[in-house]
């Protein structure tokens, strides 16, 4: 039971911050202002790559390695742009209720890390 119930949150998680990326970047297509750049690259589409491959790599339940790499970049640049966002040096996308986006994407990754490990160490999968 409790070896499903990793699957399936990892799952819920990586489709929820498809979701929630995914309307970021159709933002940005339309109107060029759904999320910050860096070196005229939107930060969103980079998060929203960096859940459609581990998302990929979980439903075929190999490529752990890509799942790691895409989830600790993604991690990364949200702890960056929350500790920034935080300082006032930064200005994150916010949710209607006012709360920046990448203190959300902080914890959606550092969940799906974490869930990985657990689910990884309860399956036995290298």
Known sequence: ML???SYYSILILL???VFGAGGLVIEEFKTGEGCPKLLH???CLVVFICFIIPLIAHLLKKGNVLYFIF???AGSIALVAS???FMGHAECPKTTS???MCYYSLVLFSSLILLKIYHLK???LK
């Open 122 to 124: 309860n399956n036995n």
């Open 98 to 100: 006012g709360t920046p």
């Open 41 to 43: 690259i939107p930060m």
């Open 3 to 5: 070896k499903n119930s």
């Open 71 to 73: 989830t600790g970049l």
């Open 83 to 85: 500790v920034m966002q």
């Open 15 to 17: 489709v929820i911050g």
